[in-house]
């Protein structure tokens, strides 16, 4: 819903950086998540962003364009674990929530 | 402490069965989510509660029912599903509907076969 779009997969390397971009909808935003899940488990809450800019946690930073309805999240110091697909989700007004259909990332030794 | 419980984890049920999903938290959250993930597809929103009192139903089919009897519950009742109604079923909650505290923690869902 809301044409929110990722890429489908990626693939990068141990101790590298990759960026996950998305994209969306501008009308009626009102906040932007990330989420990890790997494959069998729940989604686990990795940031939220609702004004412009960066908001950075250890080795994950997720940040905002909301002019230009976009998105990126960044994984630095990639290891093994953080192979799993990468969720973008957008708030709308009156609560409405969508998923985007996710990055599957591959991270290789 | 961010958990959501889930039970059962799983559960397989005939087309003219009764059965429900439950959900628990206990971080004080006061809204409530139910979402429906087929494989390899992201979570589809399915119901919203905000202070036990239903907030959004996303053109859900009826024979899926949900009902939140205190504000760390959530059910879902489920009658006559159709084999397509076979997904993984997740809840989530948060601190509330409002921005900066609407960060959503699910649980591990319940797998649903019907058959």
């Known amino acids: 819903g809301q044409n929110i779009d990722q890429p489908t997969e990626m693939t990068a390397t141990e101790g590298a950086i990759v960026q996950i971009n998305c994209t969306y909808q501008t009308s009626g935003f009102n906040g932007l998540f990330w989420y990890q899940q790997h494959a069998g488990e729940a989604p686990t809450f990795l940031s939220y962003n609702v004004l412009d800019g960066l908001e950075e946690k250890g080795r994950f930073s997720s940040f905002l364009s909301r002019s230009k309805g976009y998105s990126y999240l960044l994984l630095k110091e990639l290891q093994m674990k953080d192979s799993a697909s990468y969720l973008c989700a957008v708030k709308y007004n009156f609560n409405k929530f969508y998923f985007g259909s996710g990055t599957k990332l591959n991270v290789k030794p | 402490d961010t958990e959501v419980t889930q039970t059962p984890k799983h559960l397989v049920m005939g087309m003219t069965n009764k059965k429900s999903l439950k959900c628990e938290q206990h971080m004080g959250h006061r809204a409530m989510y139910w979402y429906k993930q087929k494989a390899k597809k992201p979570p589809e929103l399915m119901f919203v509660?905000?202070?036990?009192?239903?907030?959004i139903n996303e053109s859900v089919p009826s024979r899926f029912s949900p009902e939140c009897p205190n504000s760390s519950l959530l059910n879902l009742h489920l009658h006559a599903l159709q084999p397509e109604d076979s997904a993984l079923y997740l809840c989530a909650s948060s601190q509330a509907l409002d921005p900066r505290k609407n960060i959503q923690y699910f649980g591990a869902g319940t797998r649903l076969s019907v058959l």
């Open positions: 509660y905000s202070y036990e009192k239903l907030s």
